[in-house]
């Protein structure tokens, strides 16, 4: 073999160790890549009985939700109006108390979640009146309210003759009316007794049933109508 044979076969053998290492310097890239691309799907992809690690999609989810913890409504409470996409963006509700003269309208209810201070000052419109205890009140039931004022086609304020009463008010007042229940959901935040000025009552009672909503109670001779978020059920007091 003379000097340029040599001369070519060192350089095809160069050229073949360059093109090999090229092609593993292009392999672990793609390898690489792949293995990113897996990740990358593994934590979006949806979740499966057999697939236990946490996703993106779930903490987002998560977190979306953690307002209504705050507001720990009870175990009965429609929370699924919160996340109803045909839900208005938001609720507003106006109501008088008849027995301290309070007012309030506000927006209770805005992009997808209840609004924290409004429910506060909700609790405290509804408050027992007879001893001043403050207690949550059911947002199923201001939902409730809301699609009745909608129902009713109204503006005008609820005016209050009970809302929230204490076991100790619900006691006494046992004592003098036949029309009160030993286990009142007045108790839960989870009632409330109304009249609409100007409105006949028995609108309101009609109204209410056929919503199908809760409990509807009429009661004529002290004209008001109670609604609660319990089981769907009517009488007359």
């Known amino acids: 073999m003379n000097e340029s044979d ?3 076969s060192r350089r ?3 050229k073949k160790m360059a093109y090999g290492s090229l092609l593993m ?13 897996i990740a990358s799907h593994t934590v979006l992809a949806p979740h499966s009985a057999k697939h236990h690690q946490t996703h993106v999609h779930d903490v987002i989810h998560h977190r979306q939700h953690q307002h209504l913890a705050a507001y720990e409504p ?3 409470t429609n929370v699924r ?11 507003m509700l106006a109501f008088h108390n008849t027995h301290t003269g ?12 209840y609004i924290k201070d409004a429910l506060h000052e909700i609790n405290h419109l509804f408050r027992d009146y007879h001893d001043g205890t403050v207690h949550p009140i059911d947002p199923a039931l201001l939902d409730q309210l809301y699609d009745l004022k909608h129902t009713l086609e109204v503006r005008k304020p609820f005016h209050i003759v009970s809302g929230y009463r204490s076991p100790a008010t619900n006691a006494d007042l046992r004592k003098h009316s036949d ?3 030993k286990n009142s959901l007045h108790m839960e935040g989870r ?16 109204a209410a049933l056929a919503m199908q909503r809760g409990g509807v109670g009429y009661y004529e001779r002290s004209d008001f109508v109670h609604l609660d978020t319990g089981s769907v059920r009517t009488w007359a007091g």
């Open 81 to 91: 109006s919160v996340l109803n996409r045909n839900s208005p963006s938001h609720k």
């Open 12 to 14: 095809k053998f160069l």
């Open 102 to 113: 309070d007012q309030l309208a506000l927006t209770y209810f805005e992009q997808g979640r």
């Open 25 to 37: 310097a292009g392999g672990v890239g793609v390898a690489n890549a792949k293995v990113k691309h």
């Open 179 to 181: 029309g009160v229940a």
């Open 6 to 8: 040599i001369i070519s």
């Open 191 to 206: 009632a409330i007794d109304i009249r609409i000025e100007g409105l006949d009552t028995r609108r309101i009672r009609d």
């Open 74 to 76: 009870s175990s009965r």
